[in-house]
């Protein structure tokens, strides 16, 4: 049996580093959380905003990691064979991520955005796993210590890495660009974000354009449709990108939505890429997975894979937990669809769960239901954002709207009182007054910042499925 190649040796890690091996391992991935461990890691023994890792070497190492970097030699963890001594933690920890992208003979796309960076980023690894061998980030492993995670993890002989960036303020996104060096930069949209630490939606444009400064040359991604198109296009040409593809409705949109129609759940999808017909089958509703969809296609062909083979692997793509995944739970008097957003908000992405929701049909009897949490860092102007939702459900037809969290508490006044169902100060008090009014048939939208924890209405709603009852055969 041919024995698997080492991510790193402990050799590797120390010059990658300029560190120093105690002895010699074989790491088959990486990790900086103990709890995350896998047997075979290299556990990078960084120091956080609240915890430091030389805390946590030893459990690590009990969990099965092959060797660890390290500052100092750390309290229950003496065996210097399994450990690579370094100044800095955090900087090996770039210094692996740079030696992982130098030593990579395959492609490299990053990918960011206001919404939807995590679907595109696990839409395009899964499309382009079934053509070649393909790393990607974990999750949203996509700020200051998670990008360099994951580009670490990038074995050199992988056809492709698809990477997440992601930012909260400007200045975040441009060295985890020169980092990874992308060969293709998606930008999914431009949206009012995280307003808290920004004067203006321009300034998120600027902000996101940062992800062309470690490209030479390459190939940008970019919404057609989004008004900052031509701020985007004119920050890719600054930097150098050779080609800019684009995505949308817009008749001049590289890959052009046609026509799309909702079946069975998902969506039969009609467009034409750099001229082509082409259609293909998504697994997931929403608009939004549509412009995902298109903008996989363009990346596709960016770096280089087959268009043909991409385009009938996107019925295989999932939504992520939390972010538009689907689950019908099983009542005593039949069945309730949830439709769980729960993972994070944002005015942009709070419209699409609800427009998303008005295109499900409920069962009979039933109703469309969402349920709402705050949306953070909305800066000055939150209140009139939260209210300002009503617009789109009035328009989207919903019927039953229950709130959560200081902000949506605005749009639950306005309200008109048929539409309006409880509100609590924390989605913990509320998740017990939906399951209650819940009922067989319904429809149920859940979405929220990460901060408001909506995901325990969706555990409340999961807890009310019916036992299946178990019949003996006495035969």
Excluded at 37 to 50: K, Y
Excluded at 175 to 181: E, V, W
Excluded at 233 to 246: T, Y
Aim: proline share 4%.
């Amino acid at each position: 049996m041919t024995r698997a190649a080492a991510l790193w040796t402990a050799r590797q890690a120390a010059k990658a580093t300029g560190g120093r091996a105690g002895g010699d391992f074989r790491a088959m991935g990486v990790a900086i959380d103990s709890r995350a461990i896998r047997a075979g890691d290299l556990f990078v023994a960084v120091r956080g905003p609240n915890h430091d890792g030389h805390d946590f070497v030893a459990e690590a190492l009990d969990r099965g990691a092959a060797g660890a970097i390290v500052g100092r030699i750390p309290k229950g963890a003496s065996d210097e064979t399994r450990l690579v001594f370094v100044d800095d933690t955090r900087e090996a920890l770039y210094a692996l991520a740079r030696e992982a992208r130098r030593r990579h003979t395959g492609r490299v796309a990053a990918i960011t955005g206001s919404v939807g960076k995590t679907g595109t980023k696990d839409a395009l690894g899964t499309v382009l796993s079934r053509q070649a061998k393909t790393t990607a980030s974990l999750g949203n492993l996509n700020n200051e210590w998670g990008a360099p995670l994951s580009l670490a993890r990038m074995p050199a002989d992988a056809a492709y890495g698809v990477f997440e960036l992601g930012m909260s303020r400007p200045g975040e996104i441009a060295p985890l660009s020169r980092l990874m060096h992308p060969d293709v930069a998606v930008i999914t949209t431009i949206a009012a974000v995280h307003m808290a630490h920004f004067s203006s939606t321009f300034d998120i444009a600027d902000a996101k354009a940062e992800i062309f400064e470690g490209m030479s040359g390459g190939v940008g991604v970019l919404h057609r449709d989004n008004p900052y198109f031509p701020v985007l296009v004119a920050a890719a040409c600054v930097a150098g990108v050779e080609r800019v593809m684009s995505f949308g409705a817009h008749p001049e949109a590289t890959a052009r939505l046609m026509c799309v129609d909702g079946e069975d759940g998902g969506q039969r999808v009609s467009a034409r890429i750099d001229g082509r017909p082409i259609d293909y089958q998504l697994s997931v509703p929403g608009r939004h997975w549509v412009m995902i969809s298109l903008a996989v296609l363009c990346a596709v062909i960016a770096l280089g894979a087959d268009l043909a083979q991409a385009a009938e692997a996107l019925g295989d793509v999932q939504a992520p937990a939390g972010r538009g995944r689907q689950a019908l739970i099983r009542l005593p008097t039949g069945e309730l669809q949830l439709i769980d957003e729960s993972y994070n908000a944002s005015p942009a992405a709070v419209r699409a769960a609800i427009e998303t929701l008005a295109g499900v049909t409920p069962g009979g009897g039933g109703r469309r239901i969402a349920v709402l949490g705050d949306m953070l860092e909305l800066g000055p102007n939150s209140a009139a954002i939260h209210a300002a939702l009503l617009e789109t459900l009035a328009r989207s037809g919903i019927d039953l709207v229950f709130t959560t969290g200081n902000e949506m508490e605005h749009l639950h006044d306005v309200l008109p009182p048929a539409m309006r169902g409880e509100h609590a100060a924390t989605a913990r008090d509320l998740a017990p007054l939906v399951a209650a009014a819940v009922r067989a048939g319904d429809v149920v939208s859940v979405k929220g910042s990460r901060g408001i924890r909506t995901e325990q209405v969706v555990e409340a709603l999961a807890a009310l499925a019916a036992p299946r009852r178990c019949v003996a055969n006495h035969g």
